[in-house]
């Protein structure tokens, strides 16, 4: 990944929720950890367009997150917080195949693409079942798979082990050490991260911390104790 975060900052309604911030993410996993409100999501949804920079700009892979955001969109998934707002359709295969149609592949190929993105996560068994009823665990894949299908280079994952049991949390973890792509996760359980090559820690809007996963992680508890 490449993503440049130029001078980039955000305000709603006159409250700073990320303060103006330069700063060049390259590798390929990056974590992201702070206290609730410090600006975690707002950094994370620039990255993918979904929050626009009130001051300065954003650079995802060479392109503007606002001048080229349907191309940014496509090249940088965001798997949501609450992965029950992820999916639309009742059904896990049609809302993937949805969700490939709408990226523009081609109909021959949807099928066998959804298939393949479920077996990849271990969840070919989900593809028939209402996604109302899957647990927060099979939820959380399943949100996965449908943003890993059309095949962004980029994976951004807002809280992707929250409200996980102990072993569906590992399970995700270990589904996530596993992408090939490239991974930028938020995450208050700062195991998942424990492997990340680069956390960065937010306070109040401000970048506080960045470095390797074992100091950060340190700042941040010794922070809090
Ligand atoms: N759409 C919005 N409108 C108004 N204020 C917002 C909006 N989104 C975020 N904020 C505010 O901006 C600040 C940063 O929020 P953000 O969601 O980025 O924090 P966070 O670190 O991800 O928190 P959490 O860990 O609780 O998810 C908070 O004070 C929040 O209330």
Same mark, same amino acid.
């Given at each position: 990944m490449k993503i440049e975060f130029r001078e980039a900052g955000v305000t709603f309604e006159g409250r700073t929720a990320l303060h103006p911030l330069t700063l060049t993410l390259t590798g390929h996993r990056v974590g992201i950890i702070g206290l609730n409100g410090s600006g975690k999501t707002t950094f994370a949804r620039l990255i993918n367009g979904l929050t626009k920079p009130g001051t300065g700009t954003v650079i995802v892979n060479g392109r503007d997150t606002v001048k080229e955001l349907a191309a940014v969109n496509a090249d940088a998934g965001y798997v949501f917080?609450?992965?029950? &707002?992820?999916?639309? *359709?009742?059904?896990l295969q049609d809302d993937i195949e949805l969700g490939l149609k709408a990226r523009g592949v081609a109909k021959a190929d949807i099928a066998a693409r959804a298939e393949s993105t479920l077996a990849r996560l271990g969840?070919?068994? *989900?593809?028939?079942?209402r996604a109302h009823e899957l647990s927060g665990g099979e939820l959380q894949l399943a949100a996965l798979a449908a943003v890993l299908a059309p095949r962004p280079s980029l994976v951004i994952l807002d809280e992707?082990? &929250?409200? *996980?049991?102990l072993r569906n949390r590992r399970r995700v973890a270990e589904t996530i050490d596993a992408l090939q792509e490239d991974v930028i996760a938020i995450s208050h359980d700062l195991a998942t991260l424990a492997s990340f090559e680069r956390v960065l820690l937010f306070h109040e809007g401000r970048l506080i911390g960045d470095g390797p996963a074992g100091t950060v992680i340190e700042q941040y508890e010794a922070m809090n104790r």
């Open positions: 917080q609450s992965p029950q &707002n992820q999916i639309i *359709l009742p059904i969840i070919t068994h *989900l593809a028939r079942r992707p082990t &929250n409200q *996980l049991d």
